[in-house]
């Protein structure tokens, strides 16, 4: 399983970003994708998640109405358009294969099926 993460970078509050997850090794069209994010000093924290057929989306409470996440599964891509950011959108993002799971705030470090994450910078 190989996961790559793109298109951080920085961005001025209100300003817009968008991040791909390209994936190989596994059966990409099979298997929801979620993102998440860890600010420094702060726990994992579950951004996005979307079925394997990308009809079902799930947003946390803090991005719902400014972040869009979609799939392509001829491409092997997902996907997080980050709109009107926020200071508080720092962060390291990071795509994984799978259902968000609780149990990765602690055992993220060892979790097989995730990228190395890319920087975004709201200043």
Known sequence: ?????????????????TLSCAASGFAFRTKAMTWVRQAP??????????????????YADSVKG??????DNDKNTVYLQL????TE?????????????DSWRTRWDLYKF????TQVTVS
Request: net charge neutral.
């Open 41 to 58: 000093g702060k726990d994992l924290e579950r951004v996005s998640e979307i079925d394997s057929g990308g009809s079902g989306t799930v």
């Open 83 to 86: 709109n009107d950011l926020k």
């Open 1 to 17: 399983v190989q996961l790559v993460e793109s298109g951080g970078g920085s961005a001025q509050p209100g300003g817009s970003l």
């Open 89 to 101: 959108d720092t962060a390291i993002y990071y795509c994984a294969m799978g259902r968000y799971s």
């Open 114 to 117: 995730r990228g190395q994450g």
């Open 66 to 71: 400014r972040f869009l996440i979609t799939r």
